[in-house]
Nanobody, 123 residues
Framework: QVPLLESGGGLVQAGGSLRLSCSASTRTFTNYPMAWFRRAPGKEREFVAA????????NYDDSVKGRFTISRDNAKNMVYLQMNSLKPEDTAVYYCAATTGFIDPARSGYNYWGQGTQVTVSS
């Protein structure tokens, strides 16, 4: 098990910014590629961004490329999602996820999930 806890969500106007944080309670944090997913109202959960174990490689969904930045601090067991130029369609519950899979970073196959943090972007 890898307990994950997200924070940083909230209400922001379109064009604004938010920074999400995810804390991982594990002594082997560097074993896990990490990612952010989101679920908008009435929609399936979707991939947002992923980062490799070392943080040297990242992968983004096209809908957020150029606006969102994923990063990690392995010394603090933290993953971040900096979200800029937010749009109303970014409104969703955002989830932090970890995987034990071999693909690094991965867009799917995540097996540990946080509880989520709500992000609401008003127009």
């Amino acid at each position: 098990q890898v307990p994950l806890l997200e924070s940083g969500g909230g209400l922001v106007q379109a064009g604004g910014s938010l920074r999400l944080s995810c804390s991982a309670s594990t002594r082997t944090f560097t074993n896990y590629p990490m990612a952010w997913f989101r679920r908008a109202p009435g929609k399936e959960r979707e991939f947002v961004a992923a980062i490799s174990r070392t943080g040297s490689n990242t992968n983004y969904d096209d809908s957020v490329k150029g606006r969102f930045t994923i990063s990690r601090d392995n010394a603090k067991n933290m993953v971040y999602l900096q979200m800029n130029s937010l749009k109303p369609e970014d409104t969703a519950v955002y989830y932090c996820a970890a995987t034990t899979g071999f693909i690094d970073p991965a867009r799917s196959g995540y097996n540990y999930w946080g509880q989520g943090t709500q992000v609401t972007v008003s127009s």
